[in-house]
């Protein structure tokens, strides 16, 4: 999405740790109307595919999967960050390990609002090393329900998360891929 | 909003200690078709009022307040949730006290998102005690900002953080008002 790459160019900070921060209109600040656009080419990669709900984790992926949504006319459900391992049997749970904190945190979602009916579309706002998109997919393992893809804004092409899934059979749509970042420079797949 | 009142009615579920749980359409999935009408709703209420940006507060505060900035064609700004007392000067932060949970957080917004030519609209999913609101009321304060008023999906009416608002002169706007709940009943004002 050539819109997003020159955002990306315009707005986007690479800070050490290969962090490309984009807070400007994704992370802190989010520039909705620019949302509901990435949220309405998501729809289109999509179409057809019968995608009954998107899932999402909090907190930076709820407003791209929101936007998304809106275009495709589903419900949204994030899975919540829980610190303890007390669980109660009526949430799906899986741990995912998170490459920039070097942590792992668990992830979990109601039973309630997902279950083998469901045709499923992953959303997240970024996609590097795979691991969020990996416990969603888990999670509708767990559930039963058909994934269909997943669909990022930023996937850092370098770090090859979005290659592995690929490589597995997965339909995975980014709308900007980057390919290389330093300080003073940015390359686009 | 008798749609959003018919919708409490169906589908919340009152647990003790005054928790209404409406995680089927506002907390954990999202109705985003419903959120998208809510979000026209706080529009209209607020048309004429040259809002500039909407501010909430993560994770529940995003949807609604997303669903006003699409209607509205404003940014969102969310504070953050921030644990340690270690902030750096370029953000605003304030402290605000949980009343479910008995404790105070930190809530953080980078100086670069707002400033003193923005109008603001706050918004958020509950309206309890206002706590909330008065965090953000004081971040917008710090910018030197002008607020034109908060809009909120549930209030809580019996817990009167509305009404404390209203009585200081502040627009408060909330699509459904719970005067009184219980295990099998619920009235609105």
């Known amino acids: 999405m ?3 790459e020159d955002k990306i160019r315009r707005e986007g900070v690479v800070l050490p740790g290969n962090i490309l921060k984009v807070g400007s209109f994704l992370n802190h600040q989010l520039d909705v109307d620019f949302l509901m656009e990435m949220g309405r080419e998501i729809a289109r990669k999509f179409e057809g595919d019968g995608v009954t709900k998107i899932l999402t984790i909090e907190t930076s992926g709820i407003a791209v999967a929101m936007a998304a949504a809106a275009a495709m006319h589903v419900p949204v459900v994030f899975g919540k960050k829980h610190k ?6 009526q949430m799906y749970s899986t ?26 579309l992953l959303v997240d706002d970024f996609l590097a090393n795979g691991a969020a998109l990996e416990g969603l997919m888990d999670i509708a393992a767990q559930a039963g329900a058909r994934v269909v893809g997943a669909a990022c804004a930023i996937e850092k092409g370098f770090q090859h998360g979005g290659d592995r899934l690929r490589e597995r059979g997965v339909k995975v749509e980014s709308l900007a891929i980057v390919e290389s970042m330093s300080d003073d420079s940015l390359t686009f797949r």
């Open 84 to 89: 303890t391992g007390n669980l109660s049997g």
């Open 2 to 4: 050539k819109a997003l």
């Open 95 to 120: 741990v995912v390990h998170s490459y920039t904190h070097g942590t792992d945190y668990t992830v979990v979602m109601s039973r309630e609002y997902l279950g083998s009916a469901d045709v499923v």
